[in-house]
């Protein structure tokens, strides 16, 4: 089995085309499993700022079938050219593919580098999967490793120590234009129940603001202020909230978005400003409200732009962390994947040995003879089989199992069967209820 990724982010391209991409995210790697024979696993990170899909194919020449796959069933989703999505999207093999999925679980690849969002977006990531049923057992390895990975980093450097995350980055710049900085007077509206608005209460908490509302398009706002507080909101009641409102923070990604002409209405007799706050990566806010007198409008753009860097001490450890946990997960799988072999070559050999010893009893019988014939063949077998499956590990060390496992096919006609590639496993959270930033 290979692994591969197909990976989209903000560093490469902007982040409309992010958005763009990302739109029936939900249900690409079922729909490219049932489509393709060539993606036989596959597990989609979609955040606000990248839309990544790491998949796993029988063999090396069945990638490009699989990159093809995905590209078209992108491409049906989100109505772009596959022209487009085509370049929209770099594919990495072999250790490429666990070398960037480690640095951005361990938040090196963010706009605001050190972030910890970012883990629990990879951990979610593999749930989902699971609990759809397209984790491949490779990709299961994977993730968790990357989840390991970003544990260490936290734990071993100071990277991320100041606590900044996008949502935080977000608020100081709301802060930096706010006429006042005191938090606790502030009226804010929040849109979205998902991962990114729980993360933005608890910031806002920590800075001293009570008066929050939140929305949410789906109707799951009255249950998500049960456990956070705040105030619930519903269509009737959510213009006059942001009438009143000094910011708002879109955070849901939903189909619903205020529109510039519904908000300059709305907030016709407002006296105060009023900062919008757009962490949605398919807009809360038509961007066209910055416009408007009196709307100070900020963006994950503004956000990227603003993020202050990290020391380059810590950075060079988190790098070196990445590096080796990458390093010892290739090294690992290598040596798994000629497990296979070594079982059928062993395998092999011990039915030959079997059916030797089945003409021996036929002809002398359960007698002492018989049984020193055996253990002498026994011995012999295990001997045989001692560099046979030393080597095959040196060989996996250095990228060669493909090698071993062809000169088995030659030499004995085994044909080494591959591991199930489906690690199902139950799913503790329920997703459906998830907003995505």
Known sequence: MVLFSLVA???????????????????????ALSGSPAVTGAVVLATCNRYEI??????????????????????????????????????RTGPEVSQHLFAVSAGLDSAVVG?????????????????????????????????????????????????????????????????????????????????????????????????????????RAEAFVATRGGTSLDSDSLPLAVAAADVMIGCSGSDTRVEAGELAEIRADSPQPLIAIDLALTHDFDPEVGQLDGVELLTLESVRLAAPQEQAESLTQASGIVS???????????????????????????????????????????TA??????FALRRMVK?????????????????????????????????????????QAECPVDHRGLETA
Not at 369 to 374: G, P, Q, R, T
Request: aromatic fraction near 4%; glycine fraction near 8%; proline fraction near 2%.
């Open 9 to 31: 982010t903000h560093a490469d391209i902007d982040l409309e085309t992010v958005a763009q991409l990302s739109n029936g995210a939900s249900g690409i790697a079922t729909s």
């Open 54 to 91: 790491y998949g796993e194919a029988p063999h090396a020449d069945d990638v490009e079938a699989a990159r093809a796959a995905l590209v078209s069933e992108i491409s049906g989703l989100s109505g772009l050219n596959e022209q487009l999505v085509s370049r929209s999207f770099s594919t």
């Open 115 to 219: 972030e910890r969002e970012i883990a629990g977006q990879v951990r979610r990531a593999l749930i989902t999967a699971q609990h759809e049923g397209t984790a491949s057992s490779g990709l299961v390895r994977l993730f968790q490793a990357a989840s390991k990975t970003a544990k260490d980093v936290g734990a071993q450097t100071a990277l991320g120590s100041r606590g900044l995350s996008i949502v935080s980055v977000a608020l100081d710049l709301a802060t930096d234009l706010s006429e006042s900085p005191d938090w606790s007077a502030k009226k804010v509206v929040v849109f979205g129940t998902g991962a990114y608005a729980g993360a933005t209460m608890a910031l806002l908490r920590e800075r001293g603001c009570t008066d929050i509302s939140v929305f949410s398009s789906s109707g």
């Open 324 to 366: 080796g946990a990458a390093q010892a997960f290739e090294q690992e799988r290598e040596a798994r994947s000629v497990d296979s072999a070594i079982v059928a070559l062993r395998r092999h050999t011990m039915n030959v040995l079997d059916a030797e010893m089945e003409r021996v009893r036929a002809r002398h019988g359960c």
């Open 369 to 374: 003879a018989a049984e020193e014939v055996e």
């Open 383 to 423: 001997q045989l089989l001692h560099v046979p499956t030393v080597r095959a590990r040196e060989l996996a060390a250095n990228g060669q199992q493909d090698d071993y496992v062809s000169a088995l096919e030659t030499l004995y006609g085994i044909t080494v069967e591959q591991p199930a590639t489906a690690a």
